[in-house]
């Protein structure tokens, strides 16, 4: 494996850990917002937990995606692999 390539590797699944550090970032931010209106507004009903455990469940599948699997995308591997070889086989047809 070249250089440039274990970069780019590196550089893929650093960019996925923030993904989900910015994902776990908002929807701590937005069910804080959610929770304090929920309080002011009406707070014999705790409606703020339905939200919180939706959004919650796809931070959490988020993360096993990203640290479990160590940000391997293997669809989007796949595709890029597949568009690899539409180019090459592209400038293969154009250079004859």
Known sequence: MTQTRKYALARQRAEAKYGFFVHAGV??????????I?????????W????MMGWGLAVVLHGI???????????????????LRCSEADRHNEGT
């Open 27 to 36: 929807y701590v931010a937005v069910m804080v917002l959610l929770v304090v």
């Open 38 to 46: 929920n309080v002011l507004t009406a707070p014999e009903t705790l």
């Open 48 to 51: 703020s937990i339905w939200p």
């Open 65 to 83: 995606r990203v640290f479990r699997s160590g940000g391997k995308n293997t669809i989007l591997d796949a595709l890029t692999e597949d568009e």
